[in-house]
């Protein structure tokens, strides 16, 4: 396309130059012509005010003039060298002047000796109409030239006007083409950008997937082994009770008794120990402290927490403190925690008609960084305030509730503290504590 409109342009411009060497050519012509009517005329009236007054004078004029003639002929012949018509009709024309000089020059020459024959020469001149035969030629040899520059100059503005056309034609293309191209490869790009934050989305989810399933599990174990273990003492004390019972008996199976009996407390114990060992691992919690950015870990959990909401419209508004840019915090766990308010918040609004969810972080004094999740759901009922970090407190009939508690693990993991509180006006606001990784 770029050659074709350079070289639609390198016509055009080789048209424009072509154009003006004829408009030359056309005036050096009609200048030359000019020249050579102007010098027949002076020949002429210097040939007759010679006769009238014999004063030299004239016959100079003449003299001149038909010196320039010849020479002027020559330029014509030579600058319509090109053209076979002018060439005809320039030969017409000057034979007409060589034989109107001829007559000149025999008048002047006689003009001193025999008037009356110079007179009669000049009366034939006029009979002839010599004077007029060259007018008329010049004269039609410009008219011709004139109608040859007009019919180049039209050809000149068509083929000037099919070039632009063209130029044109192909600037809009090339125009149309860029508009194409940058369209497509934008196209592409926010596909592939699209791709890299729907794999980035994936990734956090099957962490995070991973990281609940042990919080629950966690949060689960954690809660049996704290119910499990008063029944369990309970039966171990029992037992021992029952040996000290049978310890003075002397009835013949109290020995084999009294065997089972201490088995069974043995058992007891063991499973006292189990669950134990199992609730100081699920505590003891890998728990990974790096130094994160907030924003960037808010960012993914409100972008996971909306996949799931996409459907439903919702306001989410940030107000994160710049003064509290930086935690020092395992990751995974408080994107986890963030996704469980959010998750809750988002559930609670499930019948608002407009859902407004915002989230903010301030600086505190002790080099903690509260967080606020806040919605404008129908709040939490009042009786279920103190409950509502316990395991298994759920008031969703799909629900676990070990989601709450889960979050607390987290905070107090993390040295901090969670609390729920009513807004004012509608809705809950949860606020927790995390480190700030900044020293002030
Ligand atoms: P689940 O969501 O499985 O019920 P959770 O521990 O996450 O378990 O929540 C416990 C209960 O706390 C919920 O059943 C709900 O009644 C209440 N709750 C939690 N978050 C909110 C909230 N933002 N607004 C109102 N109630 C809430």
């Not at 409109?5 to 411009?13: D, I």
């Not at 008996?249 to 088995?263: G, Q």
């Not at 007891?268 to 669950?275: C, K, T």
């Not at 004094?365 to 606020?372: K, L, V």
Request: glycine share 6%; proline share 2%.
């Amino acid at each position: 396309m770029f050659v074709v409109a350079t070289l639609a342009l390198a016509y055009s411009l080789m048209q424009i130059r072509e154009n003006s060497t004829w408009v030359r050519h056309t005036n050096d012509v009609l200048r030359l012509i000019a020249g050579i009517e102007r010098a027949v005329l002076q020949a002429e009236s210097g040939e007759r005010g010679y006769l009238l007054t014999r004063v030299d004078e004239y016959r100079e004029a003449y003299e001149t003039a038909k010196s320039t003639l010849p020479h002027a002929l020559d330029e014509l012949v030579h600058v319509l060298g090109d053209n076979a018509e002018q060439q005809r009709n320039l030969a017409a024309v000057r034979s007409s002047i060589e034989m109107r000089l001829t007559q000149l020059q025999r008048v002047v020459e006689l003009a001193q000796t025999d008037l009356q024959t110079s007179l009669d020469i000049l009366e034939q001149a006029r009979v002839d109409l010599l004077t007029q035969r060259i007018e008329h030629g010049l004269s039609a040899m410009t008219k011709f030239e004139q109608a040859q520059l007009k019919e180049r100059q039209h050809n000149f503005e068509r083929s000037n006007f099919a070039a632009a056309a063209v130029a044109a034609c192909l600037v809009v293309l090339a125009l149309a083409s860029g508009v194409v191209g940058a369209f497509l490869i934008e196209r592409q790009r926010a596909m592939a950008r699209q791709q890299a934050s729907d794999s980035r989305l994936r990734e956090l989810q099957s962490e995070l997937l991973h990281v609940a399933r042990l919080g629950t599990m966690g949060e689960m174990s954690a809660a049996l082994a704290h119910e499990l273990n008063q029944p369990l003492a309970a039966i171990a004390n029992y037992l021992k009770g029952s040996r000290r019972l049978l310890q003075d008996s002397t009835d013949k199976s109290a020995d084999r008794i009294r065997t089972a009996l201490d088995k069974a407390a043995d058992q007891a114990l063991r499973a006292g120990e189990v669950i134990q060992r199992l609730r100081q691992f699920v505590s003891r919690g890998e728990t990974e402290k790096t130094n994160e950015r907030l924003d960037r870990i808010v960012d993914d959990a409100v972008s996971l927490a909306l996949v799931v909401a996409k459907d439903r419209e919702v306001k989410v508004s940030l107000d994160l403190d710049p003064a509290a840019e930086r935690v020092l915090v395992d990751r995974v766990q408080i994107q986890q925690l963030l996704l469980n308010l959010i998750r809750n918040a988002l559930e609670a609004m499930e019948h608002q008609d407009v859902r407004e969810l915002q989230i903010s972080s301030s600086r505190g004094a002790d080099g903690m960084i509260e967080m606020t999740v806040a919605d404008n759901g129908p709040g939490i009922d009042p009786q279920l305030m103190d409950r509502l970090f316990l395991p298994f407190m759920t008031t969703k009939t799909a629900g676990m509730g070990v989601g709450l508690s889960l979050c607390r693990t987290i905070v107090t993991a993390h040295g901090g503290s969670i609390r729920a509180e009513p807004r004012d006006g509608a809705g809950t606001a949860f606020r927790f504590t995390i480190p700030s990784a900044e020293v002030i």
